[in-house]
């Protein structure tokens, strides 16, 4: 026991910048129940994944991710950290893991009703709550710890995928070791070839 919480204190602490079910219905917000849901696909060198984002829960995570998806920011950035049945963490380097640069940090939007679930997609921050720039990561498993109010404020959720979790976990299981001083780095770079919001039907 003591040994997993060891484990678990330090992934959560290295757990920074460098689906489970659906959230519950009862936060659906009127609004959002008339328009549909906004859908992002991801293609990897890995395959391709689809996200449906949550603005009703997190509006300002929402809209940040999306500037950078619709700027093209993530495209040619690869998944840098991973590891087996925690999560795949992207959105901060190239190829080379040469860091990229990011727009302003956002606050953030964790909240206990919102918890860290097996497909959901999170923001990577450093230790200070307010510090999610672009990194984000998608869980691999139910991780309570990373809810908010159980170690602290958490890690917002403002999402889920929807499709090609067998990509997911087909990412979290390559090879890995440590590059330029980060541990967890995929020995083959897995590469997001492309990012794009996908077009809503009328």
Known sequence: ????LKRSSLLMSTLFVM??????????SAETQDSPLPEVRFVTTEGAF??????DVAPKTVENFLSYVNSDF???TVFHRVIPGFMVQGGGFDEKLERQQTQAPI???AKPTLPNLRGTIAMARTNAPDSATSQFFINVANNDFLNAGVRGPGYAVFGKVTEGMGVI??????????QRGMADVPV????IELAEQIAQED
Do not use: F, K
């Open 169 to 178: 976990d087909r990412i979290a299981s390559v090879q890995t070791g440590r």
């Open 1 to 4: 026991m003591a040994t997993s």
């Open 107 to 109: 606050p953030n939007e």
């Open 50 to 55: 689809v996200l449906q984002l949550r603005p």
């Open 74 to 76: 993530y495209d040619g």
């Open 19 to 28: 689906a489970g079910a659906l959230l519950p219905a009862s936060q659906v």
């Open 188 to 191: 083959t770079p897995v590469v």
